[in-house]
C-alpha cells in the first residue's frame, strides 16, 4: 500500500511555467522526501525536508510541509523542457525508521 | 551518477523460475534497501541491509529474499516467480539507515 499521494497525478505546462504537486500522507513521519525519474530508470534525489521544518529551498525548488494537516508541495519554478519526468514523495515514518513510502506520482510534462 | 550500479539491467523468465538481481552501493554506504516498481506504481519497500543484516522488511512474502556481503555490495532473490512479480527492481544506498537514498538505474525484470 501506498503511505503517500500526490496530487495531480499528471501536469502539463509550457516552458516558464510554474509546476506545483501536492503530497499527503498517513502516519507521523521523521521526513519527507520528494524524488524524480525520467521514464522508467532510476530514482534522484531532489530534496529532504525534516519533521521540524515548515519551508525549504534548493536552487529552483521550493518544498513546503504542514504536518498538522500531514501535507506537503514541491514547486519547481521557470520550468524546463529538462524538468519532464515523474515525481514522487517519500515518507520517512517514525514507525518504520529509514524505510521510505512512496506515493503513486505527479507526471510533469513541460512542453517548449 | 549516483554510484550504484544494478545488474542485469533487463531480463526475461518463466512463472515458477527463480532469479538473482544483484547491486553494488556506492563506495562508504553501509545501508541498501531494495524496492520494487510495478508499471506506472511508485516504488514499494522490499527490505532493507545495514551492515550485513536484515533492517526491515516491507510486505512482501518469504520467496524475496536476500543478502549483504561485507564489501555491502546486495542480491535480491525471488523464487517460484509469478506474474506479479513483473516490475523494475530498484536498489539504493545510503550512508546511514535514515535519510537520501541514492539509487541505481534498476533491474527490469519481465515474468511470462
Known amino acids: 500500500s501506498q503511505q503517500g499521494e500526490e496530487d495531480p497525478q499528471a501536469l502539463s505546462i509550457q516552458e516558464g511555467e510554474n509546476a506545483t504537486m501536492n503530497c499527503s500522507y498517513k502516519?507521523?513521519?521523521?521526513?519527507l522526501q520528494w524524488y524524480r525519474q525520467n521514464s522508467g530508470r532510476g530514482l534522484v534525489h531532489l530534496i529532504l525536508?525534516?519533521?521540524?521544518?515548515r519551508e525549504k529551498h534548493s536552487g529552483r525548488l521550493r518544498v513546503t510541509l504542514d504536518t498538522s494537516k500531514k501535507s506537503s508541495s514541491l514547486l519547481i519554478t521557470a520550468s524546463r523542457a529538462a524538468d519532464t519526468a515523474s515525481y514522487f514523495c517519500a515518507t520517512d515514518g517514525t514507525d518504520s525508521w529509514g524505510k521510505l513510502q512512496f506515493g503513486a506520482g505527479t507526471q510533469v510534462v513541460v512542453t517548449p | 551518477e549516483t554510484g550504484v550500479t544494478q545488474s542485469p539491467t533487463h531480463l526475461i523468465k518463466t512463472r515458477g523460475q527463480q532469479v538473482t538481481l544483484r547491486c553494488s552501493s556506492q563506495?562508504?554506504?553501509?545501508?541498501v534497501s531494495w524496492y520494487q516498481q510495478a508499471l506506472g506504481q511508485g516504488p514499494q519497500f522490499i527490505f532493507q541491509?545495514?551492515?550485513?543484516?536484515?533492517?526491515g522488511r516491507g510486505n512482501f512474502p518469504p520467496r524475496f529474499s536476500g543478502l549483504q556481503f561485507p564489501n555491502y555490495s546486495s542480491e535480491l532473490n525471488v523464487n517460484a516467480l509469478e506474474l506479479d512479480d513483473s516490475a523494475l527492481y530498484l536498489c539504493a544506498s545510503s550512508p546511514r539507515v535514515t535519510g537520501e537514498l541514492f539509487f541505481g538505474e534498476g533491474s527490469r525484470l519481465t515474468v511470462l
Open positions: 502516519t507521523s513521519i521523521n521526513n
Open positions: 525536508i525534516r519533521s521540524n521544518e
Open positions: 541491509y545495514y551492515r550485513e543484516e536484515e533492517n
Open positions: 563506495s562508504g554506504h553501509n545501508t
